[in-house]
């Protein structure tokens, strides 16, 4: 059974989306040679973060609180790509919006201490 980018061992689920790509395209390679889906994974996870090592960086995009409720931003960003009241309202804005853009979403707690990171939102 081939992965996909809905369908793949819950080991991929940290990785970032480009290393998970990268990891389900070597995965379904080593499947079609044969491997054992037990030994498919660990090789397929290896070979991905080696290529993508000095790679091109996925953005990072930052749920944080703001003088108003709460803000996206990048990273690097100096200005909010979205304000909101509340942080369940902006929170599916959000996801969405670093889907779209392949980066990864850092949810910060009201104190700004970082919640969780979501790789594929």
Do not use: C
């Not at 989306?17 to 290896?46: F, H, M, Q, V, W």
């Not at 960086?57 to 200005?79: F, S, T, V």
């Not at 959000?94 to 919640?115: C, F, M, Q, T």
């Amino acid at each position: 059974m081939s992965w996909s980018k809905n369908d793949y061992p819950d080991s991929f689920k940290n990785l970032t989306i480009d290393t998970k790509s990268k990891a389900i395209e070597i995965g379904n390679a080593l499947l079609d040679e044969g491997y054992e889906e037990e030994r498919a994974i660990p090789i397929a996870i290896d070979r991905a973060r080696s290529a993508m090592e000095g790679g091109q960086k996925e953005e990072e995009y930052h749920l944080l609180p703001h003088d108003n409720g709460w803000q996206l931003k990048k990273a690097d960003g100096q200005r909010a790509i979205y304000v909101e009241e509340t942080k369940n309202k902006l929170l599916d804005k959000a996801k969405k919006y670093a889907n779209d853009h392949d980066g990864s979403l850092v949810i910060h707690k009201e104190d700004g201490s970082v919640e969780t990171t979501l790789y594929d939102s």
